[in-house]
């Protein structure tokens, strides 16, 4: 019954902003790395911004460092992605991971995408399109 559903995206014009929200059910977030992550069409899944759960700084990929917030609300297992000034190149879908191994912010971004099925929780992912 572990689950994670992110929500908020949609359709947004090049320097809008949307907020992303991110779910936690089944578990407490708060003694978890948990992060964001995004794979384009084509692309791989890659890391876009995480909370490490040895560290209370969070990783923010160069991509997005400036525009993109990342924050979380312990109380309600919920973590949030603020992106502003958004860009086509921030078209893909956004998905949210957690795991319970001890990772450090940055470690989390990079390795959780290369683990194998089963290895961290994802959600469902939600869609985001930066277009005119």
């Known amino acids: 019954q572990v689950q994670l559903v992110e929500s908020g995206g949609g359709l947004v014009q090049p320097g809008k902003s949307l907020r992303l929200s991110c779910v936690a059910s089944?578990?407490?977030?708060?003694?978890?790395?948990i992060g964001w992550f995004r794979q384009a069409p084509g692309q791989e899944r890659v890391g876009v911004s995480c909370f490490g759960n040895t560290d209370n700084v969070p990783y923010y990929a160069d991509s997005v460092k400036g525009r993109f917030t990342v924050s979380r609300d312990n109380a309600k297992n919920t973590v949030f992605l603020q992106m502003n000034d958004l860009k086509p190149e921030d078209t893909a879908v956004y998905y949210c991971?957690?795991?319970?191994?001890?990772?450090?912010?940055?470690?989390?971004?990079?390795?959780?995408?290369?683990?194998?099925?089963?290895?961290?929780?994802w959600g469902k992912g939600t869609l985001v399109t930066v277009s005119l």
């Open positions: 991971a957690a795991l319970s191994t001890s990772a450090a912010a940055g470690s989390m971004c990079r390795i959780v995408p290369l683990l194998a099925d089963g290895m961290a929780h």
């Open positions: 089944g578990f407490t977030l708060d003694h978890y790395a």
